[in-house]
């Protein structure tokens, strides 16, 4: 299987749409109730674009298998220099080390940019997510409890940071 990444093409979206829906309806990878629209989702890569954040794309032999991107942690201007990341991979393709490439190429764009430092904001009963970040350097710093509610339950975020310098 070849793997390619590049920057994320509106025509990306749909696929992108489908990854995203399906963590929203089947994990706690994402804090949303409702699955997003291709408008919505087209709306929220667009302003990360315009702010000068990259989205990227991996592609596993031309069809849409992850994504990844980054942008501001807080938007207070001393955080300038801090961002929060993204990476989904399509279900069909897990364990191919799709998610790897994507990080290490968020983490290399992240460097490009002289950013400071990269969070993970992760679901705390995400195990995969935490092993993962730990694979690039990414420790935890803290897990505020209970932050969001879903499936009935409430979940705890765990923050993990990796510092880019």
Not at 113 to 119: C, D, G, P, R, S
Not at 132 to 140: A, L, P
Request: charged share 25%; with cysteine; glycine share 4%.
């Amino acid at each position: 299987m070849e793997i390619k990444i590049r920057p994320y093409q509106l025509e990306d979206c749909q696929n992108i749409v489908d990854i995203v829906n399906y963590n929203i309806v089947h994990s706690t990878a994402l804090y949303d109730y409702h699955p997003r629209t291709l408008s919505q989702q087209q709306a929220i890569f667009q302003d990360k674009i315009d702010k000068g954040f990259p989205v990227i794309v991996a592609l596993a032999d031309e069809k849409v298998a992850g994504f990844g991107y980054y942008s501001e942690f807080r938007y207070r201007e001393a955080y300038r220099f801090t961002v929060e990341h993204s990476v989904y991979v399509a279900k069909e393709y897990h364990g191919n080390g799709i998610g790897k490439i994507i990080m290490q190429n968020l983490i290399d764009l992240a460097k490009e940019q002289k950013l400071h430092t990269m969070i993970a904001v992760i679901d705390s009963e995400n195990q995969s997510s935490v092993t993962f970040h730990e694979q690039f350097g990414f420790k935890t710093v803290a897990v505020l409890k209970e932050t969001g509610f879903k499936f009935d339950r409430w979940l705890h975020s765990q923050l993990m940071q990796l510092m880019l310098e």
